[in-house]
C-alpha cells in the first residue's frame, strides 16, 4: 500500500492487516529509526499493539539504511511471516524501498572511495543546499524525481555521475527479479487541495505534540543522515537561529506538500497500482479478496 505522506495509509493498513490477520511490513526510510517519533509520523504505541509491524524501530539513526538494506530485511521478515500466514501487508511511501523489495536492486558501478570520502567531507563542510545545488547542475535528471532532502541519496547520486559521468538513473534498469510469492499494489490518493490541508494539519498536531522538544533532543546529533529530513532541519535551523520558529514551522508544511508531490510523481509511473480514495476501505478488501492466489 503507498501513497503520499499523510492520505492515511497507517490507519487503512491496520483495519487490512486485521482482516487478513497478519503483520505489516513498513516501508518507510525513517520510521525505522528509534530515536525518531513524532516528526515521521510513526504508529502510535496503541497502533503498534494492535498488529506486529516489522521496520519501526529497529534501527539507530547512528546505522547506516539504506534500499539494499531494506530490501534484504523485507525479504526475511516476509518469508518467516508466510511461514504461518498467506498474505503480508507492506505499507509505506519511500518509493525506493518498494521497488526494492518487489523488483530488486540495480547493479550500479564501484565508485571510488576517495570521489565518496570528498562529497561526503563538502557536505558536512557546506550542508544541505550545496548537496542539492551540485545534483540539480550534474545529474538534473535524477534531481527532477529524487528525494531532495535525502542526503544519502543525494549523495550516491553525485558520486555516481563524477565517477561514470552518466545519471544514476541511466543504470536503473527495468529487468526485475522474481519472487516467490505474488505482490498486489494499491494506492491512496486525494484531491491535491484536501492533501495539503491534511500535511498542513498534521504538521500543526506535530509541534503541539512536541515536535520541537523531540528536535531539541537530537539537535547534537543533526549532521547525522537520518536527520537531514523534513520536520528536524527546519527545527535545527530554527535552534541555531536562522529563521523563527513561526518560518520554521511554515518550511514544514511547504516542504513536506514538496515532498508528497515527489511521492506521487514517483508512484504515478506504476502502472500496476490500482488507486482508491482512503475512504474505500470495502472496495479494498474485496479488490484484494478478488485476486486468485
Known sequence: ??????????????????????????????QCFKEMNIGVAKPTQKQLEEVKHYFINSHSIHDEV????????????????????????MV??????????CEGMDNIPAISPDVREEIVQSFEQKGLEWL??????????????????????????????????????????????ERPFKIVKIGLQLPREILYNQINTRVDEMISEGLLEEASALFSQRNLNALQTVGYSELFDYMERKIT?????ELIKQN??????????????????????????????????????
Open 256 to 293: 513536506t506538500r514538496h515532498y508528497a508531490k515527489r511521492q506521487i510523481t514517483w508512484f504515478s509511473r506504476d502502472a500496476a497500482i490500482q488507486w482508491f480514495a482512503p475512504t474505500n476501505i470495502s472496495n479494498i478488501e474485496d479488490y484484494v479478496s478478488n485476486i486468485p492466489r
Open 132 to 177: 542539492q545545488s551540485e545534483v540539480k547542475e550534474k545529474d538534473p535528471e535524477y534531481f527532477a524525481t529524487g528525494e531532495l532532502y535525502n542526503p544519502q541519496r543525494l549523495m550516491r547520486a553525485l558520486e555516481v555521475v563524477l565517477s561514470t559521468g552518466r545519471s544514476i538513473r541511466s543504470f536503473q534498469s527495468n529487468i526485475k527479479k
Open 66 to 89: 539504506n534500499a539494499a538494506v531494506f530490501e534484504k530485511y523485507a525479504l526475511a521478515k516476509a518469508e518467516e511471516i508466510f511461514i504461518t500466514k498467506n498474505t503480508t501487508i
Open 1 to 30: 500500500m503507498v501513497g503520499p505522506t499523510a492520505v492515511g495509509k497507517t490507519s487503512l493498513a491496520i483495519q487490512l492487516a486485521k482482516k487478513f490477520d497478519t503483520s505489516i511490513i513498513s516501508a518507510d526510510s525513517r
Open 92 to 101: 509505506g511511501g519511500t518509493g525506493l524501498y518498494v521497488k526494492a523489495f
Open 245 to 249: 520558529l513561526e518560518k520554521a514551522v
